[in-house]
């Protein structure tokens, strides 16, 4: 089969054309991506069933460069995809020497066609051999510490002339937190790794080698503050009081921990970790999620916290979409049941959140573009029904539903069903009333993309090919 390279495509800006072996044929491959790297939840966003022929085409949007997965089955493979890129790659038949026990998944190798020496996976490719090279040895002894310590000097000596004419921001970082990885994994000091790889260098939210290593690095860290700290206790703190602001005083004292954002990251890491502990109150650490949520000025953070909420209370993808009523313009209530059957896009504001309205004419173009395929719900998260009236009053072209959420007369709100924190969220709800995505993608983050590769919106890609 030859993979061609076209001008027009869907308006999703990856293309991913491939052949699996035709022992997959009228199997589905499904694509996933991740939707934050504290969590590691994984999303889906494409899939497609392989022809006889072993051929198949998924397609999706990203507006920066990552690792994604596709699944077969139990197989799986992992391919890294940069914006405005079409790729042509091959999938392998299952080894069968791996362990196809208790559902184990599968992993094999893919193959990417039409690549030169500088496409990002080759060059992925290129240092995991340099990597085997100075780590895998042939009769797979032990290396002790020094060694490794050398080893990784030496890999970092190499890689620096190896790739120093390469220009890919992405490499270069993967190169420098894998090795960072490599330091972490045989604890080469809890200084060194910080105060060589994360401090006064810009947070990598969307870099997987960064995260990977940022999560390996800070790994239990509040407890290694509080065990040389005297006074109140990090427990006490987290399971009686469930006190945020006490958090961030407690942790603020490190002296690695001196950046806001940095200092941020790390307790929304480390309290993601103390959910699943036994040491600590599941109950109590969702209260300090919402209070993050509800006060980070981050934008990244607030997305990792809705993240979170959602996985606490059960509101992850697949899951039902609650119902509720609301007050509508007219001021009468209106259900979301009414909608049953439909796409919806849900999501809240306030008119003293100015983040939140600056959404909303994104809302309008959006709701121009796609017609009836999908329905916009706004709900208006104002405690005053006067401001809610003067909104719809001053924004005439607003005109999908937009409803009051604090009517007096209803049990529970929308906020309350969709256990909302703060004054913005976004939701996509799919026709069969499942939550599609949970928290969604804002419009200035991007939920167009997913929503033209639902509805099959054609449009010119930006840029097309095989490097």
Known sequence: ????????????????????????????????????????????????????????????????TQPVYFKIDH?????YVQPDYAYGITIPEVDNNLDRNNDAELTVNIGVIGTDSTELNALIF?????????????????????????????????????????TNEYFRSYVIYSIATINASVSRGENYLINSYISNRPIQYDHYEYMQ????????YLNTIAAGRKGQTLYNIINTKADYPALLNFVRQDKLLKNDSLRELVILKNLWDFYFSMDFVPDAVENIVSQINVSTKNREHKKIASTMLAYFNKMQVGSAAPSFSARNREGTISSMSAYKGRWIYLNFFSTKNIESLKEMPKIAAM????????????????????????????NPKFDWPIWFNNEKSLTKTAKENYFVTGTE??????????????????????????LNVIFKVRKKITKTGIR
């Open 1 to 64: 089969m030859c993979f061609l390279l076209f001008t027009e495509a869907f308006s999703q800006n990856i293309l991913i054309k491939g052949r699996a072996h035709p022992s997959y044929a009228g199997k589905v491959i499904q694509l996933y991506s991740g939707t934050d790297f504290i969590t590691l939840n994984r999303q889906k966003e494409s899939q497609d069933t392989i022809e006889a022929d072993g051929y198949f085409e998924l397609n999706f949007q990203s507006l920066h």
């Open 126 to 166: 290129d240092y995991q051999e340099q990597y085997n090279k100075l780590f895998l040895t042939e009769d797979n002894r032990f290396l002790s510490r020094p060694v490794m310590f050398r080893r990784a000097d030496s890999l970092q000596k190499l890689c620096y002339g190896r790739y120093a004419k390469i």
């Open 425 to 450: 969220a976004y939701f996509l709800i799919n026709n069969f009333g499942y939550l599609a995505q949970s928290p969604a993608l804002s419009p200035s983050q991007g939920i167009e993309y997913k």
């Open 75 to 79: 197989v799986v493979a992992q391919l």
């Open 213 to 220: 290593f940022f999560n390996a690095c800070f790994k239990g």
């Open 367 to 394: 709701r121009k573009a796609f017609g009836d395929k999908i329905v916009f719900l706004s709900i208006c998260l104002d405690d005053s029904l006067k401001t809610y009236t003067n909104y719809l009053r001053s």
